[in-house]
């Protein structure tokens, strides 16, 4: 069970830290993704980190997003800068089995537990 926050209505170049709680389950194991979608647009991948602590992002995401975890608060973060009006989404978090390859985790299919979402809205 994963509970995300953090979203709401930011100025282009503002920032915004989302929040993804766990409950229920350990989830310190597993590899934690964050995904958007848009209205009338698929739900595309943003960023991720593994149960080892490392992240994995796209190109697009580099540079302005960064996700963390805190295994002790069961927490996973996602820190957006700069951010922009095409930014604007429904943002979720989710998590896929640590068994999952890296060249996996940039899909929803292998994810097996999802967020509620949390809306982010970027004005120009």
């Known amino acids: 069970q994963l509970q995300a926050s953090g979203g709401g209505l930011v100025q282009a170049g503002g920032s915004l830290r989302l929040s993804c709680a766990a409950s229920?389950?350990?989830?310190?194991?597993?590899?934690m993704g964050w995904f958007r979608q848009a209205p009338g647009k698929e739900r595309e991948f943003v960023g991720g980190i593994r149960w080892t602590g490392i992240t994995y992002s796209t190109n697009a995401a580099k540079g302005r997003f960064t996700v963390s975890r805190d295994n002790a608060k069961v927490t996973v973060y996602l820190q957006m800068n700069s951010l922009k009006p095409e930014d604007t989404a429904v943002y979720y978090c989710a998590a896929a089995s640590e068994t999952k390859i890296l060249s996996s985790l940039f899909t929803p299919g292998v994810y097996a537990y999802w967020g509620q979402g949390t809306q982010v809205t970027v004005s120009s």
């Open positions: 229920g389950r350990t989830f310190s194991d597993y590899n």
